[in-house]
């Protein structure tokens, strides 16, 4: 059974930094590409970002890019996210969700942990 | 920057059938958008439906089946049950690795 468990979430000030990780299990995680995927409260989805399975390849919506970090170890079937100079409208449950192929998550998302809520404010 | 667009609601009978668009701010969506569609229940985390147009996860009825209908892509539910009755959303696969999330359609069954 595929699992993926995100944590790392929390309260941080504007302009601070915050980890999440997501740990999976249940399938070959090297050979998925996999994304973060949020959710401001009562907003609909946003994709943040995505890592290809090799790792190396990554992307970024706009909104977070120069900002935020995805990597990804494939020796500890974990994913992570660096953020950084945080804002308040980085406020949200951050999801960890799988790809169905390596490359890119062109595919969609396949399984979706439950999220870790981020809040950033004052 | 492009926009994908959905209904923001959409209102179906019980037993009736519902198609909720996925559509661009500018151009038409085809295949190689690559759409897919998820569902959203309250406090839970999206479920996927529908991937690569018009393949189905694994698990979902066929009641739910994807398309591309003019210049949108297409979600259709047939016999529409009050357990339905959620938030959908599409995305579009924009290239260079780079995924774009329409705002939802908020569905009702009454």
């Known amino acids: 059974e595929v699992q993926l468990v995100e944590s790392g979430g929390g309260l941080a000030q504007p302009g601070g930094s915050l980890r999440l990780s997501c740990a999976a299990s249940g399938f070959m995680f090297s050979h998925y590409a996999m994304s973060w995927v949020r959710q401001a409260p009562g907003k609909g989805l946003e994709w943040v970002s995505a890592i290809r399975g090799s790792a190396g390849s990554t992307y970024y919506a706009d909104s977070v890019k120069g900002r935020f970090t995805i990597s990804r170890d494939n020796s500890k079937n974990t994913l992570y996210l660096q953020m950084n100079s945080l804002r308040a409208e980085d406020t949200a449950l951050y999801y960890c969700?799988?790809?169905?192929?390596?490359?890119?998550?062109?595919?969609?998302?396949?399984?979706w942990g439950q999220g870790t809520l981020v809040t950033v404010s004052s | 920057q492009t926009v994908v667009t959905q209904e923001p609601s959409f209102s179906v009978s019980p037993g009736g059938t519902v198609t909720l668009t996925c559509g661009l701010s500018s151009g038409s969506v085809s295949s190689s958008y690559f759409p897919s569609w998820y569902q959203q229940t309250p406090g839970q985390a999206p479920r996927a439906l529908i991937y690569s147009t018009n393949t189905r996860s694994f698990g979902v009825p066929d009641r739910f089946s994807g398309s591309i209908l003019g210049n949108k892509a297409a979600l259709t539910i047939t016999g529409a049950q009050a357990d339905d009755e959620c938030d959908y959303y599409c995305?579009?696969?924009?290239?260079?690795?780079?995924?774009?999330f329409g705002g939802g359609t908020k569905l009702t069954v009454l």
């Open positions: 969700a799988k790809g169905r192929i390596s490359e890119t998550t062109r595919e969609g998302f396949e399984h």
């Open positions: 995305v579009l696969y924009m290239g260079s690795g780079i995924s774009v």
